[in-house]
């Protein structure tokens, strides 16, 4: 291999991590703000301490490597459920517990989870997700 092209695969694979778009952490009004600009949104009430969430954050990572247009056409968000259990988001969404991942596009919700952990019901909701990003 050239020099020059060592170089340019180097600068390439040392910047890709940030090329993705990376999942946010919630605040008020993140939400609200992505829907407004059309945005699908992949909403994961979760809490550092749940190994449920933990499982789900797995499988979600998995699925996010295996198709990287996941992550270039959906939003994913992150809800703290030990901060935000009790906020506005949470309850208009009725969210029941931790655990909980969510699809919303426009004022619809496209679907949901509810502490599941199976590669393909998780897969199918990330499908849904994109299906709504890409049309």
């Given at each position: 291999?050239?020099?020059?092209?060592?170089?340019?695969?180097t600068?390439?694979?040392?910047?890709?991590?940030?090329?993705?778009?990376?999942?946010?952490?919630?605040?008020?009004?993140?939400?609200?703000?992505?829907?407004?600009?059309?945005?699908?949104?992949?909403?994961?009430?979760?809490?550092?301490?749940?190994?449920?969430?933990?499982?789900?954050?797995?499988?979600?990572?998995?699925?996010?490597?295996?198709?990287p247009?996941?992550?270039?056409?959906?939003?994913?968000?992150?809800?703290?459920?030990?901060?935000?259990?009790?906020?506005?988001?949470?309850?208009?969404?009725?969210?029941?517990?931790?655990?909980?991942?969510?699809?919303?596009?426009?004022?619809?919700?496209?679907?949901?989870?509810?502490?599941?952990?199976?590669?393909?019901?998780?897969?199918?909701?990330?499908?849904?997700?994109?299906?709504?990003?890409?049309?």
């Open positions: 291999m050239k020099r020059r092209q060592f170089l340019t695969l600068a390439a694979a040392s910047f890709a991590p940030w090329a993705a778009q990376a999942t946010a952490d919630y605040s008020p009004g993140l939400v609200t703000k992505a829907l407004d600009k059309g945005e699908t949104v992949f909403l994961d009430f979760k809490a550092s301490w749940c190994s449920t969430c933990a499982a789900q954050e797995r499988v979600i990572n998995a699925l996010k490597a295996e198709n247009a996941y992550e270039s056409s959906i939003t994913f968000i992150d809800v703290d459920w030990d901060l935000h259990r009790k906020s506005k988001l949470t309850k208009s969404l009725r969210i029941p517990r931790r655990s909980t991942l969510v699809v919303l596009k426009g004022d619809q919700e496209l679907g949901r989870i509810v502490a599941g952990t199976s590669k393909s019901d998780i897969k199918a909701l990330m499908d849904t997700a994109l299906t709504a990003a890409t049309t």
